[in-house]
């Protein structure tokens, strides 16, 4: 019923749960288009923000450890020249966008990721430190608490703090205590020049849809804390049902993430946020998280609806609306 809500030219996968019956498994396009090597239902896809909510379940985990605290700063936590920017900021303000660290990758500034790299090199960018060049010197957005900015330099301090108290790379902290939890096989973070088999290319269109480019002078060479986990869709519904499961955090605590901590409101999609994900507000049922991300070449969007049980997965390698899938398929 639901894949008359997928356009005929949609290139990258769908997968939808209810009740753990699957009600859609598609994929369509090619992974490699030169190639002609198509997408499948376990191809590993790029998510771009969407691996924030990792990062913030990871945070999570430490914090009901009492290893890290809601309140604790990023002056206490990392120890750098943090020059203007306010060592006050909290861990839980970082969690909810509204630290006001300035963003290296400000959204209302700039239109397309790849403009950071036209005076830095993106190949540069292999972990969470290297990104300090390119927000390290520039003042506060706003003073810390007084209101909420979606913010990536947030998430990479987040990540950076993960990697302090444990001692370990993020990306393997998130694997041995979130994706193998779940059993999210296919899901990591890759650099793009040291790709696994299966992993899809991701385009973008030169002038026309059969003149493409592929993304790897747009985007981190490897992922950080701000998003760039490779993920197969089955994944994210094995990440939500491992959340939602007890298998990564205790109830109190995911419920708590999965909650309204920030925002106004004022948008029907983007206008609450909880820990790492968006809030949809439920009006008169429950409210709906989801997390998201988009890059060049890169739609990703999950969603979890609690009030029928439903898991949803949409990502492309084209930069095919995902959203517009998504929001049909809730209203219908």
């Known amino acids: 019923m639901f894949e008359e809500f997928i356009p005929e030219n949609f290139r990258g996968a769908a997968y939808i749960l209810q009740d753990d019956k699957v009600l859609v498994e598609h994929a369509a396009g090619y992974r490699d288009y030169a190639n002609e090597l198509p997408n499948t239902i376990d191809t590993k896809f790029a998510s771009a923000s969407a691996g924030k909510v990792f990062v913030a379940v990871g945070i999570l985990q430490l914090i009901e450890k009492e290893r890290l605290h809601f309140s604790d700063t990023i002056g206490q936590l990392i120890d750098i020249d943090w020059k203007a920017i306010d060592t006050d900021i909290t861990v839980e303000q970082l969690l909810n966008h509204t630290s006001g660290i300035p963003d290296y990758f400000d959204e209302s500034v700039m239109d397309e990721y790849e403009e950071l790299w036209v005076d830095f090199p993106n190949y540069k960018i292999r972990h969470n430190d290297d990104l300090l060049p390119l927000f390290i010197d520039k003042p506060m957005m706003y003073p810390k608490g007084s209101k909420f900015q979606y913010n990536n330099t947030g998430y990479v301090v987040l990540a950076m703090i993960l990697e302090r108290v444990t001692g370990q790379p993020f990306d393997l902290y998130l694997k041995e205590n979130i994706f193998d939890k779940c059993g999210m096989t296919g899901t990591g973070y890759y650099e793009l020049d040291k790709l696994p088999a299966k992993c899809a290319v991701n385009y973008l269109w030169c002038n026309s849809a059969d003149d493409l480019r592929t993304n790897i002078f747009c985007v981190d060479a490897k992922g950080t804390g701000a998003g760039g986990a490779f993920i197969t869709v ?57 997390f998201q991300g988009c890059d060049p070449g890169v739609c990703f969007i999950s969603d979890y609806n609690p009030n029928n049980n439903r898991i949803a997965v949409y990502v492309s390698n084209y930069g095919d609306d995902v959203w517009e899938i998504a929001r049909n398929i809730r209203k219908n």
């Open 234 to 290: 089955k994944d994210i519904a094995n990440f939500w049902k491992g959340l939602k499961g007890g298998k990564l955090l205790s109830k109190e605590m995911a419920d708590n993430m999965l909650s309204k901590h920030s925002g106004d409101g004022n948008d029907p999609e983007e206008g609450y946020y909880g820990y790492g994900v968006w809030i949809i507000d439920g009006k008169e049922q429950k409210d709906i998280p989801y």
